[in-house]
């Protein structure tokens, strides 16, 4: 069994015209900041205007894109007694694997809860449960959901 860790499993599909109302928007906003870099550089007669429009722009747009492309790609696979929670930070897959039987308690926590360990949605009605072993250290967490709540009901306090 497979579950998305910050996505609904199966994932929501988006509709294809909120998909294209967006790309348009983003594409027309971004050809504005162009437009406008490249305006105020040939009137100056220099490139720092284009640079001081456009690297803000660049590095805004990979603070958000990165983060969120890791949030998608990470899941939890159940495979007989073995859980594998794979997580992407920045790109580099961070694999890891328990057991079943080595989760003592498992809680449901908001999404801006410092108890909730790395990317994480932080909205309003977003929550994760979060699994701990024995000791109280910290496993992994998905997000709670109608279907993962029900799957690890055992595991809840």
């Known amino acids: 069994m497979r579950f998305n860790t910050h996505n609904r499993t199966p994932k929501i599909k988006t509709k294809k015209s909120v998909t294209i109302m967006l790309t348009i928007g983003f594409g027309f906003m971004i050809s504005i900041l162009i437009f406008l870099a490249i305006v105020f550089s040939l009137y100056i007669n220099s490139v720092m205007p284009a640079v001081l429009i456009l690297i803000p722009l660049l590095v805004l747009a990979a603070l958000i894109a990165i983060p969120q492309k890791d949030m998608e790609r990470a899941f939890i696979e159940i495979i007989d007694d073995t859980v594998i929670a794979e997580d992407y930070y920045l790109g580099i897959r961070i694999k890891k694997t328990f057991l079943l039987r080595d989760i003592a308690e498992a809680e449901v ?10 990317y994480r949605y932080s909205n309003a009605g977003c929550s994760y449960i979060v699994f ?4 109280g250290k ?19 306090k």
């Open 138 to 156: 910290y496993m992994f967490k998905v997000i709670c959901v109608p279907e993962t709540k029900v799957f690890f009901e055992n595991y809840l």
């Open 109 to 118: 926590l908001i999404g801006y809860s410092i108890r909730v360990r790395g």
């Open 132 to 135: 701990r072993d024995k000791s």
